[in-house]
């Protein structure tokens, strides 16, 4: 040993051995415990994830993706608690005040699952899973249906009512928002929005809800007998009929009086308002259309009114409290300041080849003494010009003074402002993709009409000058003001410091203050496409994410051959939700000119749309804006977004669990993913789209000019 070890060193060296080793063997076992730690988070989150994805397979989900987001942001938690699940249960439950049905939301499903304490386990067990994942797809339906809308519009009536999409995000703040505070339903009220109109149907529906109970109880609705016509003053023994059934439909109870059979004043000024808000001749005769209004069957009524819910959910999603209203099928233009309505006209609407469309945008300017550049359909059969128009060269874009001024390929007509200019004395422009805008008309006797449907599509409204003094008021200008400049006959743009929000409802249903509801004819016939999808599925189909969603690149694998829907009537087949391709986003809500057609729209459908703006990079010019140096024109154009392919949560779970970056496979199967998966191809826009081909700027710009202002003829 003194070989290896001299005299005096061994007690050294072993204390040197043993200093390394004592250094040396923390660290091993801390390493231990890191990778014993690193693998028990992948184990856990593997279970988290098998638990979640195997309940999210036995359910049939309004949009999947958004919930697996959801649930990525929150770390894989649970979200819901028992007293949050009962609150969600009542506003299930108390639903069908909006017209909805407590089984759009679930509500079986939510009694399930709080009898049998599902929500009680504080584990990640398939059955807790499925309790989070049905609360919060039952939070999702209720914010998107109540603020968007159950059905999206374009699928009911694709040609006529444009909306924009819902944004995917947003929603998940909200019910994150939601989740965390105090008091769940009052959480949700206050993301709900609260339009007077919408409130008002609702009171009228529950008045009619409570009359269709009490009737049921005592035999039902028993029509009024017809007979001749009434006039106040008169008797009939159907005056005291009449008058029970006003009272029933109003909520108003009558004066007694001392002859029932007698046609008194009362009974003549509340039949007035009943004709007045039926859209009939307030003339107080009761007369066969009178008789029909009032005998109107309860469960046509009901139907009406849910249909008419459900098309102002479409519009009125942050809605501020200043807005111009168009009731389209009312004939009614109204402006509403801090939600009080302060004015209304009436107005003309386009008739059934040119119906008004129903949208929203925002007004921006007005132009006084506005031109008007007559169709080419018009202009072709003319057989001269008449002093007040000037002849204008497509190619130049001058005033020219050729022989043949019919020829509309090569010129345009454009009427000077004066007494007989087809816009009247202003137009008010909210730039959009459907050349629709309000403005005066020399044609003043169709006002007096009943039946107010005569233009190609824009709104004449019957007090133009007065409409320009309330949506100027802010700006300081009075009616003397507005007159000077429309007497000096020149044209004026006068852009509005603050943009006004117009809504173009089409309303067969409507109510007052009190709820006392008033049913309109269908003019265009849109209502039988919309009661015909009450009470059906809906679709995530108007939810737009904002960032793509990682390529799929595994083998397709088979899928599980059956699955458990939830017990729900809205049950339907796992579908992806779109986000707007490149150059495609929101393109359908912009409407353009095709030079090959003269200034006539193109319609395409939302398989060609799609397509064609991927091809056009994006940027679609805007026929509502003429030129770009005109006082027209706006910034109107619409962000564009990538196309997605289908999530891995694996990307969003590394975020919170870091081994599980080193986790290969997706966590969704293949063939999960595969029938999620789509192209811009299949991007069903919100908006048909319009094509644009010329290649000549300065021909864009007046053919787009002429079609924004022909519209108005």
């Given amino acids: 040993m003194s070989n290896y070890f001299p005299v005096g060193t061994f007690p050294i060296g072993c204390l040197l051995i043993g200093f390394f080793a004592a250094m040396l063997g923390p660290s091993c076992l801390f390493a231990q415990d890191r990778e014993d730690a690193s693998a028990a988070a992948v184990v856990a989150a593997v279970n988290v994830d098998d638990a979640l994805e195997q309940a999210m397979e ?33 506003l299930a439950q108390d639903s069908v005040a909006h017209g909805l049905d407590a089984k759009d939301f679930n509500a079986d499903a939510i009694q399930g699952l709080l009898a049998a304490h599902d929500l009680e386990a504080n584990d990640n067990s398939a059955a807790r899973w499925r309790a989070d994942l049905i609360l ?12 968007y809308g159950k059905y999206n519009p374009k699928e009911i009536n694709p040609n006529w009512t444009f909306v924009a999409s819902v944004d995917a995000a947003a929603l998940q703040a909200e019910i994150q928002e939601v989740l965390a505070a105090d008091e769940l339903s009052a959480a949700v009220d206050a993301v709900l929005p609260h339009a007077p109109f919408y409130e008002q149907l609702k009171l009228g529906y529950a008045r009619y809800l409570s009359l269709s109970e009490r009737l049921q109880d005592e035999g039902g609705w028993t029509p009024l007998p017809a007979g001749p016509n009434l006039k106040i003053g008169m008797r009939d023994s159907r005056v005291p009929r009449i008058r029970e059934q006003l009272a029933l439909l109003d909520g108003d ?21 009943f004709q007045k808000r039926s859209g009939l001749a307030p003339d107080g005769v009761i007369g066969p259309r009178t008789l029909v209004a009032l005998n109107r069957p309860l469960d046509e009524s009901l139907a009406a009114i849910r249909a008419n819910l459900e098309r102002m959910r479409w519009l009125y999603h942050e809605l501020p409290h200043d807005y111009l209203l168009v009731d389209i099928a009312a004939y009614q233009l109204e402006l509403v300041r801090d939600q009080q309505l302060v004015w209304s006209t009436r107005a003309v609407v386009g008739t059934d080849e040119n119906q008004t469309p129903m ?4 007004m921006e300017h007005l132009v006084f003494n506005p031109t008007w550049t007559v169709p080419s359909s018009i202009q072709k059969k003319m057989r001269g010009v008449p002093s007040d128009y000037h002849v204008i060269d497509r190619r130049t874009g001058r005033r020219a003074y050729p022989s043949n001024p019919t020829d509309h390929r090569r010129y345009r007509l454009v009427q000077q402002p004066g007494p007989k200019n087809a816009l009247g004395k202003v137009k008010f422009m909210f730039p959009n993709g459907h050349a629709i805008y309000l403005h005066d008309t020399p044609s003043r006797h169709l006002f007096a009409r009943g039946r107010r449907a005569y233009s190609h599509g824009c709104v004449r409204v019957q007090e133009p000058l007065d409409l320009a003094r309330e949506v100027l008021v802010s700006q300081n200008w009075d009616m003397s003001a507005i007159n000077r400049v429309v007497d000096s006959g020149r044209t004026r743009y006068v852009n509005l410091d603050e943009h006004l929000p117009v809504l173009l409802y089409y309303l067969t249903a409507r109510a007052d203050e009190q709820g006392r509801v008033g049913f309109r004819n269908d003019l265009y016939q849109r209502d039988a496409s919309l009661l015909s999808r009450l009470g059906g599925p809906s679709r995530a189909d108007r939810l737009v994410f904002s960032e793509a969603e990682a390529p799929v690149t595994e083998p397709e694998l088979q899928s599980p051959a059956t699955t458990t829907a939830m017990p729900t009537p809205t049950a ?3 579908t992806a939700e779109p986000v707007a391709s490149s150059g495609a986003a929101e393109a359908g809500l912009k409407a353009t000119v095709d030079a090959q057609h003269d200034g006539q729209a193109e319609l395409l459908s939302p398989d060609q749309a799609a397509p064609r703006a991927a091809r056009n990079a994006g940027r679609v010019p805007d026929s509502s804006q003429p030129d770009a140096s005109s006082p027209e024109a706006s910034s109107n154009q619409q962000p564009v977004q990538a196309p997605w392919w289908g999530l891995s949560m694996n990307l969003q779970a590394s975020a919170v669990f870091p081994a599980l970056a080193e986790t290969p496979g997706p966590i969704l199967s293949p063939s999960q993913r595969a029938s999620e998966r789509f192209t811009s191809a299949d991007l069903r826009l919100d908006q048909p789209m319009i094509s644009w081909r010329s290649q000549d700027s300065s021909k864009q710009a007046t053919d787009a000019n002429e079609r924004v202002q022909s519209r108005g003829f």
């Fill in 572 to 574: 339907t087949a796992k």
């Fill in 253 to 273: 109870d009558f004066p007694p009086t001392a002859d029932l059979d007698i046609y008194d004043k009362a009974l003549y000024e509340a039949l007035r308002e």
């Fill in 58 to 90: 036995d359910l049939s989900l309004f949009s999947p993706r958004l919930l697996r987001e959801f649930y990525a942001a929150r770390g894989f938690s649970h979200a819901w608690s028992p007293d949050q699940a009962a609150s969600m249960l009542g």
């Fill in 359 to 362: 949208f929203r945008d925002e």
């Fill in 136 to 147: 919060s797809d039952t939070l999702l339906r209720y914010l998107h249906h109540l603020q």
